[in-house]
């Protein structure tokens, strides 16, 4: 059973808004990430870090920014939310298991929607 | 860019009925996932499968690794309404230069109904 908590589930807030999304993980694991997710879609990596104090932009270009002070908390901050921010955000943490072997757990995700 | 594309996007199917969804890319992957994502929840992992041609069975879901590690195939057989949910691939690939992070390239995800 994978222990990785997001808070909150759901968001709804208006315009220019700052916001920030909370992601907790308890098993230790050194790599963690944010993934975007429109519903029913496939998952983009906007943000991944390797271990505290390391963070790094993934493949979708993000506004967002996130930071990585201690293990197990990994949070994502939007200073001016948008309209376009709205869409599904999900969590992730990893432990290397070697190349075969390295499974992400994911948080139950939080929506976002900016009206 | 490293691209997966999955097939149907979308499959209704009755209970009882046997389905199959396709993961096919241009590009070799180290390994290969397959996630299941309910409503209002995040992805959790199915199967990993790591060698060409590798053939991996869950109770009645049956994953196939392409010989040469750019596609994959999930076959359920007898389909049971707890099957619904969104099924997803994803390639692993690994950074040049042996960096620990797997990467994850997800396909666009299957939307599976089994009607009782």
């Known amino acids: 059973e994978a222990d990785i908590y997001q808070t909150p589930r759901y968001l709804v807030i208006g315009t220019g808004k700052k916001i920030t999304l909370e992601c907790s993980q308890t098993?230790?694991?050194?790599?963690m990430y944010w993934y975007q997710q429109d519903p029913g879609m496939e998952l983009h990596l906007i943000h991944y870090?390797?271990?505290?104090?390391?963070?790094e932009k993934g493949d979708l270009s993000s506004e967002s920014t996130v930071s990585r002070i201690r293990t197990e908390h990994f949070p994502l901050t939007l200073e001016s939310a948008r309209p376009s921010h709205t869409s599904q955000y999900l969590c992730?943490?990893?432990?290397?298991?070697?190349?075969?072997?390295?499974?992400?757990?994911f948080g139950p995700g939080t929506r976002l929607t900016v009206l | 860019t490293q691209l997966l594309e999955q097939s149907p996007q979308f499959l209704s199917i009755q209970e009882g009925e046997n389905l199959t969804v396709y993961c096919n890319s241009s590009?070799?992957?180290?390994?290969l996932q397959w996630y299941r994502q309910e409503p209002g929840e995040g992805p959790v992992l199915l199967v990993t499968?790591?060698?060409?041609?590798e053939v991996k069975k869950l109770k009645r879901l049956t994953f196939q690794f392409g010989d040469a590690r750019k596609d994959s195939s999930l076959h359920i057989t007898a389909a049971q309404p707890g099957d619904t949910g969104l099924y997803l691939c994803?390639?692993?690939?690994?950074?040049?230069?042996?960096?620990?992070?797997?990467?994850?390239?997800f396909g666009q995800g299957t939307i599976l109904t089994v009607h009782p």
């Open positions: 992730a943490s990893s432990d290397y298991g070697g190349r075969a072997a390295d499974t992400q757990y």
């Open positions: 098993m230790g694991h050194d790599k």
């Open positions: 870090s390797y271990g505290v104090n390391s963070t």
């Open positions: 590009s070799v992957f180290s390994s």
């Open positions: 499968v790591v060698t060409g041609g």
């Open positions: 994803a390639g692993v690939s690994w950074e040049a230069g042996g960096t620990s992070y797997g990467k994850l390239t």
